[in-house]
């Protein structure tokens, strides 16, 4: 039986939305373009598989969390079998040709990113309420806080630049979901740093911020946080107001308030503490370039948020137990805290029992992710 052909570009599209939860899905490519298909496709809850020799550092990451199955070779015949739906984006026309013309005999559904309108199937952009309309004053750089990791936490004005974007350079922290809401012509720059691995140096970053800005294009910097909470955002600003490009920061929601509230630990609470102090957590206590005073940390009475405090943990703790903590104080240990990564939503480990005010045990010390 012949296969039939795709249809012509000219032909109506039928809209209709596909529920992809708990199905199969195929993605052919590891760049940027690939993992902004892939952050949409994760969103909608798809078993995604990645078939590429290489990825970028955010793929990389969201492979390493078991976020996605990634087969490291080239796309071959028979990665189809058993997807719902297909995206291929190798930048390489003979391959995504391959992989639309697999799709179609296997009468799967492909998306062809470098010819939407050739493809069996064409994503819409999510509806994310009335339209923003873009600002056109040329070249810039707007670095936007993303938040705790759940999209819906970024602030309106962070929406309104990613409307505006015509580059958008994204942390892997960032809330990726995001991503899929671009506008088609919009050009993402994977600018991840993954712990102790593969990171973009952070002058190379402030060079493309520039560059960019500098051929009049709109630059949407994506952070997960707040840019100026452990996210460098400062330096970028310097690198842009050095270079005399125009630059706006649009502060976010940070994960040190934001996560430990939603796993319902408040940072303050009337009566029990008046204070409570961020600190990063990347370097150990004792490491020469730490500083942060561990010493007066230990003499606080309020709470402690430690960020980037995963590996760091036992020495942290010990430190602060040295420094005057109680050893019997309550801990908190918090990761992917509103992310929808399999560690799951508001994962909390540790400080297990519930917390009575009157008992004055509430200051949990926050050990836990950006």
């Not at 064409?122 to 999209?151: C, E, K, M, N, Q």
Request: hydrophobic share 45%; charged share 20%.
């Amino acid at each position: 039986m012949s296969t039939p052909p795709l249809p012509r570009p000219s032909a109506p599209l039928h809209p209709v939305g596909l529920r992809l939860e708990g199905r199969p899905v195929v993605v052919a490519g590891g760049g940027t373009v690939a993992y902004r298909a892939t952050a949409g496709l994760l969103a909608s809850g798809a078993l995604v598989t990645v078939v590429s020799p290489a990825v970028v550092p955010a793929l990389e990451a969201l492979a390493d969390s078991g976020a996605l199955a990634w087969i490291r070779r080239r796309y071959a015949p028979g990665d189809l079998d058993g997807a719902w739906y297909a995206v291929t984006a190798t930048a390489d026309p003979v391959v995504d040709g391959a992989v639309a013309a697999d799709a179609e005999r296997a009468r799967v559904f492909c998306t062809r990113t470098d010819a939407p309108d050739a493809s069996s199937a064409r994503p819409a952009l999510p509806d994310g309420g009335a339209p923003l309309l873009r600002d056109r004053r040329g070249g810039r750089v707007v670095l936007v806080g993303g938040g705790p990791g759940d999209p819906g936490l970024i602030t309106v004005r962070g929406r309104e630049a990613l409307a505006e974007a015509d580059v958008v350079v994204v942390d892997h922290l960032g809330p990726r979901t995001l991503l899929a809401g671009l506008r088609p012509d919009v050009e993402v720059v994977d600018a991840s740093k993954l712990p102790r691995r593969r990171a973009m140096p952070q002058d190379e970053i402030n060079a493309l911020l520039v560059s960019h800005a500098r051929a009049g294009r709109c630059v949407v910097r994506l952070k997960g946080g707040d840019p100026f909470v452990f996210g460098r955002g400062m330096e970028e600003l310097l690198a842009c107001t050095a270079a005399d490009v125009p630059v706006e920061v649009v502060p976010g929601v940070t994960s040190a308030v934001a996560v430990p509230g939603v796993a319902g630990i408040p940072v303050t609470h009337r009566g029990l503490t008046h204070e409570f102090v961020v600190v990063s957590g990347h370097l150990p206590p004792g490491h020469p370039q730490s500083l942060v005073d561990w010493a007066a940390i230990g003499r606080l009475r309020g709470t402690v948020v430690v960020l980037m405090g995963v590996e760091t943990a036992a020495a942290i703790a010990a430190a602060l137990v040295d420094h005057g903590r109680r050893p019997d104080t309550p801990v908190a240990v918090v990761t992917e805290g509103t992310t929808d990564a399999p560690a799951g939503r508001h994962h909390v480990a540790g400080a297990a029992r519930s917390h009575d005010p009157r008992r004055g045990d509430l200051p949990a010390r926050r050990l836990g992710g950006r």
